[in-house]
């Protein structure tokens, strides 16, 4: 376990946002701390604290679009709800309790900005941005996530008590997942623009120390079931779309049974040969990969713009103001393949470099795209993309 104190005056590189891992680089954080050790990096980011009011994060909990959930507790009992909260709910929160507001990057622009400075990990790893409040003493308890996260404190102080134990035993009976025994091995305060990374089987322990906001950045690790599960659907579909499983079962050579009730030998072989047919290969893989990492969550919809330029209308705005995805497009590529919002594109090499540098930065600037002529194969993917919400002019 190690704390880091920024160096003073230490400047990023101008294409490079700058660090939040203090003095370390991102090849060390990732050989020395990623999925091994927790971090505390003091003033990761100086000056962090007010982006988002309480009262922005509250009105956020009304919203139907956005999950939110309230938890709160007194010295027995734990008591959580979810939202979307009416105003008049939520003047009624009394005492210790804490909201919590997920996906906050996909509604924030300013989450979306944030999130840029923690491209040292790739896009394919990350959750999304969680945004909580507390009143004073307020926290979700002791608990383990299947997150890799990055806490950062936004306002006020968090005390962080965090420990690796084996014991993962719960309170039961509980309404969330808090552990029966926690035993904390360090114990720290956090201050604005303070953070501490944690690997995701560590036990923590939140409590605001008054109140208190905290932008945790979570990176998920799928279980190995579920990924195995979601691949077999996926499968499943292509199997649909481009079969090489024809015909249908036959047994022209069938032999008299002793018993009509046994499932015969015979049968067993000739399926076994049939289900050796389906097979699949690291191509498939890589498009299972991109097709379910960039699928936008269940309640994102996007709408088309009102109006809607024409492509030489919009070519000639982006070559004037570059354009940016919108905050809930999610966009990955693979080996000239691009995948964005679960549908792929197979883009001739020509317009790569600036489909990658679109994934890459989620922006692309005006620049980049000046020398471009309107009607190349690039502007009329773009222009798919603008037509469906995915992405919009300027930057
Ligand atoms: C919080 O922000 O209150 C909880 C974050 C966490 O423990 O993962
Ligand atoms: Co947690």
Redesign the pocket.
């Known amino acids: 376990m190690t704390t880091q104190t920024r160096r003073k005056g230490l400047s990023a590189p101008k294409h490079e946002q700058a660090s939040v891992l203090g003095t370390l680089t991102p090849e060390e954080f990732l050989r020395d701390y990623w999925q091994k050790k927790p971090l505390l990096i003091r003033q990761a980011i100086p000056g962090f604290g007010d982006a988002l009011p309480r009262d922005a994060l509250l009105e956020l909990a009304r919203r139907e679009d956005v999950e939110s959930r309230f938890v709160a507790h007194d010295s027995t009992e734990w008591q959580v709800t979810r939202g979307p909260f009416s105003k008049a709910q939520q003047k009624r929160w009394k005492g210790k309790w804490t909201v919590l507001i997920q996906g906050v990057n996909l509604v924030f622009p300013f989450g979306d900005q944030l999130l840029k400075r923690f491209n040292f990990i790739p896009h394919a790893r990350l959750d999304d941005l969680m945004v909580s409040y507390a009143t004073d003493g307020g926290g ?1 308890g002791p ?3 299947n ?1 890799d ?1 990055f ?1 950062l404190q936004g306002t006020g102080r968090r005390r962080w008590r965090i420990g690796k134990q084996t014991d993962q035993r719960l309170i039961e009976g509980a309404p969330l997942k808090i552990l029966r025994d926690f035993q904390p091995e360090h114990d720290w305060i956090l201050e604005p623009g303070d953070m501490l990374y ?1 690997p995701s089987d560590w036990a ?1 322990d ?1 409590t605001a120390e008054g109140e208190c906001m905290t932008w ?1 950045i979570g990176f998920r690790t799928a279980p190995a079931q579920e990924l195995a599960a979601q691949f077999l659907d996926f499968l499943q579909d292509h199997l649909a779309d481009n079969s090489t499983i024809t015909g249908r079962y036959a047994d022209p050579d069938l032999q008299r049974q002793e018993h009509p009730g046994e499932i015969s030998e015979a049968m067993v072989r000739k399926v076994s040969e049939l289900l050796r047919l389906i097979q699949w290969d690291e191509a498939l893989v890589r498009d299972f990969l991109g097709a379910s990492l960039s699928e936008p969550k269940a309640h994102v919809f996007f709408d088309a713009p009102e109006p809607t330029l024409s492509l030489a209308a919009f070519g000639k705005r982006v070559k004037k103001d570059g354009l940016h995805l919108d905050a809930r497009s999610r966009m990955l590529f693979a080996q000239g393949a691009f995948y964005l919002n679960g549908e792929t594109v197979v883009a001739p090499p020509e317009s790569h470099a600036a489909l990658i540098s679109l994934a890459d930065l989620r922006e692309l600037r005006a620049s980049t795209l000046a020398q471009e002529a309107a009607n190349t194969p690039l502007f009329e993917c773009l222009y798919d993309w603008y037509e469906c919400g995915f992405l919009h002019p300027g930057t």
């Open positions: 979700v608990h383990i996530d997150y996260v806490l944690l923590h939140g945790s």
